[in-house]
């Protein structure tokens, strides 16, 4: 009797799928952990030791955010620095900058922003993406925006921004008038500063390339 080709018998092909199945099952359940310590949410003991996690504590706000070329990983990547003041305060504690970003989390998902920009890879592309919109010069202490709205500060020239998008004609798509609060302001631009800090690999590509965008220049 002729031997059988293993590539034709059935335990053979049956062994390979539970061999293979159990190897996948292993790897993504690794793969499960490590992404799950990878974007856990670090602490202000964390930004107070110099301990710089994927994901910064809410108290990242307390502090100075650029994007600076790694060389090692070939992108930009997100640099806290030293403490800054944020609408005259560089003292938020956990629980003041977490209830800041609840309110700005609450406040993107209440006024759907996501039907217009993108936030970390998710949303519309009608309107910029606001990943990393913290750090577009253009809200810096030489960009138009602080001249535009008059205010001597980033947070507020975006908070008042915010407020009365109608009246800052700065793009032919223009923001309509949601009805922002000072108040609802602060917490978005509050959760924009947050998630600037959020190291994305560098998302979006195209925002290194913007002139005056790396090394918060």
Same mark, same amino acid.
């Given at each position: 009797?002729?031997n059988?080709?293993?590539?034709?018998?059935?335990?053979?092909?049956?062994?390979?799928?539970?061999?293979?199945?159990?190897?996948?099952?292993l790897?993504?359940?690794?793969?499960?952990?490590?992404t799950?310590?990878? *974007?856990?949410?670090?602490?202000?003991?964390d930004?107070?030791?110099?301990?710089?996690?994927?994901?910064?504590? &809410?108290t990242? *706000?307390? #502090?100075?955010?650029? #994007?600076?070329?790694?060389?090692?990983?070939?992108?930009?990547? &997100?640099?806290?620095?030293?403490?800054?003041?944020?609408?005259?305060r560089?003292?938020y504690?956990?629980?003041?900058?977490?209830?800041?970003?609840?309110? !700005?989390?609450?406040?993107?998902?209440?006024? @759907?922003?996501?039907?217009?920009?993108? /936030?970390?890879?998710? !949303?519309? #592309?009608?309107?910029p993406? /606001?990943?990393?919109?913290? %750090?577009?010069?253009?809200?810096?202490?030489?960009?138009?925006?602080?001249? %535009?709205?008059?205010?001597?500060?980033?947070?507020e020239?975006?908070?008042?921004?915010?407020?009365? &998008?109608?009246? #800052?004609?700065?793009?032919?798509?223009?923001?309509?008038? /949601? !009805?922002?609060?000072?108040?609802?302001?602060?917490?978005?631009?509050?959760?924009?500063?947050h998630?600037?800090?959020?190291?994305? @690999?560098?998302? &979006?590509?195209?925002? !290194?390339?913007?002139?005056?965008?790396v090394?918060?220049?």
């Amino acid at each position: 009797m002729a031997n059988k080709s293993v590539w034709s018998d059935n335990r053979f092909w049956q062994r390979s799928a539970t061999w293979v199945t159990g190897f996948a099952s292993l790897l993504l359940i690794w793969l499960t952990l490590d992404t799950s310590a990878q *974007i856990q949410m670090g602490t202000d003991a964390d930004l107070k030791n110099g301990v710089q996690k994927r994901v910064p504590g &809410p108290t990242v *706000i307390n #502090y100075k955010i650029t #994007y600076e070329m790694s060389a090692k990983r070939g992108h930009e990547v &997100p640099v806290i620095g030293e403490k800054e003041k944020f609408f005259g305060r560089d003292d938020y504690s956990e629980e003041e900058a977490g209830a800041l970003l609840h309110l !700005g989390k609450l406040g993107s998902q209440a006024k @759907n922003c996501m039907d217009c920009h993108t /936030l970390l890879g998710n !949303g519309a #592309y009608y309107a910029p993406d /606001l990943t990393k919109a913290w %750090l577009d010069p253009a809200w810096g202490p030489d960009g138009a925006m602080q001249a %535009l709205t008059g205010k001597n500060t980033k947070e507020e020239a975006m908070a008042e921004f915010l407020q009365h &998008p109608d009246q #800052y004609a700065t793009h032919a798509r223009m923001m309509p008038n /949601l !009805g922002i609060t000072a108040e609802e302001a602060k917490g978005l631009v509050a959760f924009l500063k947050h998630m600037s800090s959020i190291d994305t @690999n560098g998302f &979006p590509r195209n925002f !290194g390339r913007m002139q005056g965008a790396v090394n918060g220049k």
